[in-house]
């Protein structure tokens, strides 16, 4: 359990600043932020179960702010993940507030994810592979200001079943979420 902790990156190369790699993790009250951004996740974590991150902030890291991957019983409450993704050497796929990949049972209770270079959400599926039980209620997504978005266009949500499928989506709240794709 990591409580009331704040982190700070200056920049440097690295996979993640925060990375996730037992079952059964709380993290809450943290704030991960980067000056200059770099090739770098915010939190990050791979083949979980029972991930809890509650009251956290990742704010201009260099790749995705949250990337979890073949992992399930994520819940995310009050998170905010803000101009993530925004470095110009890393590759764009994982510039997103939040990107989602192969997951299952996820609930995300009032999140903003806004002003990152991709999706405020991303939600992936691989060849073979499955996303599903996702959980919204209540939150803001938005692809970006013109001048930090993708140039291909971006969405505030974005469901994407590349070859595999995604299922079992619940959106209930008030939700806004910009150029969205279901």
Do not use: K, W
Not at 66 to 95: E, H, K, Q, R
Not at 152 to 181: L, R
């Amino acid at each position: 359990r990591i409580d009331e902790a704040v982190l700070a990156l200056a920049g440097g190369a690295g996979s993640a600043v925060v990375t996730v790699t037992a079952n059964g993790v709380t993290i809450q009250d943290l704030a991960v932020t980067q000056s200059a951004p770099s090739a770098n996740h915010g939190i990050t974590g791979s083949a979980l179960t029972s991930i809890d991150l509650d009251d956290i902030t990742v704010d201009g890291v260099g790749l995705s702010g949250i990337y979890l991957t073949a992992s399930s019983g994520i819940t995310m409450i009050d998170v905010t993940a803000t101009d993530n993704g925004l470095d110009p050497s890393a590759d764009p796929a994982f510039g997103s507030g939040i990107q989602l990949h192969n997951v299952s049972a996820v609930s995300l209770t009032n999140t903003t994810a806004t002003g990152n270079f991709d999706s405020g959400l991303l939600v992936t599926a691989g060849t073979g592979q499955d996303s599903t039980g996702i959980s919204i209620n209540g939150g803001t997504f938005d692809r970006g200001t013109p001048a930090s978005a993708r140039p291909d266009g971006t969405n505030g949500i974005n469901f994407y079943a590349a070859g595999g499928n995604i299922s079992d989506i619940d959106i209930e709240g008030i939700v806004s979420a910009s150029g969205h794709t279901f």
